[in-house]
Each structure stands twice: as structure tokens, then as C-alpha cells.
């Protein structure tokens, strides 16, 4: 795989040519282009996918003059072949705008190289997994007031708090301003269910389903699940068919 060609987009100089100059010092990056405001970057970009050399990701700003990150970002995820998004910005409120978009990663200012070698190793990973509807997906969450991202295939189960979700790893816990239903549509291609009207589990990290007594639970590690009686069925014959599949191989 060549290094990858990438644009840095932010309308202050010295925070641009900081970028740039983070983004050249590593060796898994081929080209730096550099813009100061949306209007440019998006010049930038139309004149390389004419000339047959697309960008590959796209750093940037959320706070800019005219257009700015976020609307850009939206902007590029309409492009045919979209480029890999990382926002670089000195702001944390605009995490879950980050999400939506499906960014890689999301750095805060001033950037620090170890962080930005994280998000280009985000970008490297993304490029090289097939275009397919089972792709890891990501969400931000807040750790110690820095924020990194957590991959679907990382969250075992989810449960509900309100209007916000708390996501279940085998390290730890998140709790992010996402409603469990909106995790359940986004998340279904990667093998989420709803098993219950406060939990939604990953069916890969199942290790067991119980009924007894007419109660059925579902366990994941330690931890025991209860799965509603409406819910019951349909993830027995998942759990089945899935197996089945993985028999087949």
C-alpha cells in the first residue's frame, strides 16, 4: 500500500502548518495538501479525484470562517468514494456531530504526535477492510477528558439510561448521549439485537441462552442479561441459524 495522500483543512496558519507538519513527519503518509478554509478544501478535492488521485483522509477544523467542518464534513460524505474524516479541533462539544459523520477520530488541540499516529492508524486500518455493510463502526466517548473512540466490534452489549446508552466492553464501560434505539438501527448490520426494552446485545459475544421457568436470560461473560418473552424466539432461531452458518464453513 503507498502513503496515503491526505488534506489538511483550518483556517489559522500555525495551526495548520502544525498539522501538516505532524502529518509529513509519519511514514505511513505519502502527500500533504493544505487548505485554509472549506471553500479551498473542497477545490482541492474536486481537482484530485478529476486528476484520478482522490484524497484518502481529510483532517480537519470544526470552528472555521465560512464553511465550517462539520457542514463540510457532511458535504464530503455525499462524494462517491468519501474521504476518511478526522476532526482536529480546540472544542470537545461537537463529539457526537463526529459520530453521525462516522469520523475515525477526533483530536483536540494542541495535538499530540502519539494521539495523531492513533488516528492515522484508524485511517490506515479503515482503508484496507472491505467496503461492506458489517464494518466496524465508532463512537466517541469521553475518557479522563480525552476523547477516543470505541469500534462496534469491541461492545459486547448495550444498555439503556435515558437518552443516553451505556456501551459494555471487556475492559470497562461508556455512558454517551446516544438513545439505545438509534445504537439498534445504526448497529443491526453489525450484528446487534434487541433483547429487552434496556438492552441490546452483540450476538458474536454470546456465550450462552438460558430458559428456565419460562424466564429466558442470555450470558456474556459474567454478566446475565434478561431477554423480554417477545424477544425470546427470534433470538433463539438468530442464535440457531448462526450457528448453523458457522457449522457450514
Known amino acids: 500500500m503507498t502513503g496515503l495522500r491526505v488534506l489538511a483543512v483550518d483556517d489559522e496558519q500555525p495551526a ?92 483536540l488541540k494542541p495535538v499530540r504526535p502519539e494521539r495523531l499516529a492513533e488516528a492515522i492508524r484508524r485511517v490506515c486500518g479503515s482503508r484496507t477492510e472491505p467496503e461492506t455493510g458489517s464494518q466496524a463502526d465508532t463512537i466517541p466517548v469521553e475518557l479522563g477528558g480525552v476523547t477516543r473512540f470505541v469500534t462496534s466490534t469491541e461492545v459486547r452489549y448495550v444498555e439503556a439510561r435515558g437518552d443516553y446508552a451505556r456501551l459494555h466492553t471487556a475492559t470497562g464501560s461508556h455512558l454517551v448521549r446516544i438513545p439505545l434505539a ?41 454478566t446475565e442479561i434478561p431477554v423480554s418473552r417477545r424477544h425470546t424466539r427470534e433470538l433463539r432461531d438468530l442464535l440457531v441459524r448462526r450457528a448453523r452458518k458457522a457449522g457450514s464453513r
Open 182 to 222: 438509534a445504537l439498534e438501527e445504526r448497529w443491526a448490520p453489525a450484528g446487534f439485537v434487541r433483547v429487552h426494552r434496556s438492552h441490546l446485545v452483540a450476538l458474536r459475544h454470546i456465550d450462552e441462552l438460558r430458559i428456565d421457568s419460562g424466564r429466558c436470560v442470555v450470558r456474556i461473560g459474567e
Open 16 to 107: 495548520l502548518e502544525d498539522v501538516a507538519y505532524l502529518l509529513r513527519a509519519d511514514p505511513r503518509i505519502g502527500e500533504v495538501l493544505t487548505a485554509r478554509d472549506g471553500a479551498a478544501a473542497l477545490k482541492l478535492l474536486d481537482r484530485a479525484m478529476a486528476e484520478g488521485r482522490p484524497v484518502d483522509a481529510v483532517f480537519l477544523d470544526i470552528r472555521m470562517r465560512g464553511l465550517d467542518g462539520v457542514v463540510l464534513g457532511r458535504l464530503l460524505a455525499q462524494f462517491t468514494r468519501p474521504p476518511k474524516i478526522v476532526f482536529v479541533t480546540a472544542y470537545e462539544d461537537h463529539a457526537v456531530d463526529a459520530f453521525e459523520l462516522k469520523a475515525e477520530d477526533y483530536l
